[in-house]
């Protein structure tokens, strides 16, 4: 089952306390297993810090590059933050960082999305979040050859209708954002207007967080 709202006040502790206990009652009285993941807009995990931004450093590819110590910064400390659905309805639910709204930090930072760069980058951050499963392609490609299509090199179409899309692991999955961000950190149009604000290279720091922490 999903369960779907959009909270109109503060998503607050006290706020949302009332709703996560009517809802642990409801599922105790009907006997049925209460749902183990949340996806959230904000608040993920517990509270972390980054850096302050100095001026033109977000122009150095080195102070955009994931070390050793940045991720043992990211996931090292008590990492589960305090919400009402865990301290009100499921003890062991798993709260996840809902991918449209990462993203969506992302491409906010851009300049505007009526510049010539920001659908290139929107592409490359979509791709760089998901995969296709590779079991699922393959089955696709068995099909192909059982229907004689040769190659057996399956459509986009079909790879969209037919197999899972995942996001990687994400020891993987920094790599992959980290690379688009290489590609376009001092990307510019034709009149050198920059596609990024300087302020992504922090909101990039923010995020690595979460997609370290595996939100
Ligand atoms: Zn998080």
């Not at 699922?136 to 004689?148: G, H, P």
């Not at 996001?167 to 590609?183: A, D, S, T």
Request: proline residues 4%.
């Amino acid at each position: 089952m999903i369960v779907s709202w959009v909270m109109l006040q503060s998503e607050s502790d006290m706020s949302l306390q009332l709703m996560h206990e009517g809802l642990a009652t409801r599922y105790n009285n009907g006997g049925v297993e209460k749902v183990r993941f949340q996806w959230v807009d904000r608040d993920c995990c517990a509270a972390s810090v980054v850096g302050e931004t100095r001026a033109e450093e977000h122009l150095s590819w080195e102070s955009w590059k994931t070390t050793d110590a940045i991720v043992a910064e990211a996931t090292t400390r008590h990492l589960v933050n305090s919400c009402a659905s865990r301290s009100h309805y499921n003890s062991n639910i798993t709260i996840k960082l809902d991918l449209s709204h990462c993203m969506r930090r992302f491409l906010c930072e851009c300049v505007s999305e009526h510049h010539p760069l920001y659908s290139s980058v929107a592409q490359f951050l979509s791709a760089a979040f998901s995969v296709v499963d590779q079991e699922d392609l393959q089955s696709l490609k068995d099909a192909y050859r059982f229907c004689e299509i040769h190659p057996p090199n399956p459509t986009k179409q079909h790879i969209c209708q037919h197999c899972r899309i995942r996001i990687p692991h994400p020891q993987e999955l920094i790599k992959r954002v980290e690379g688009v961000f290489q590609h376009f950190h001092l990307a510019s149009d034709p009149n050198v207007l920059p596609l990024f604000k300087p302020s992504m290279r922090k909101v990039w720091w923010i995020q690595r967080v979460h997609i370290l922490r595996g939100c």
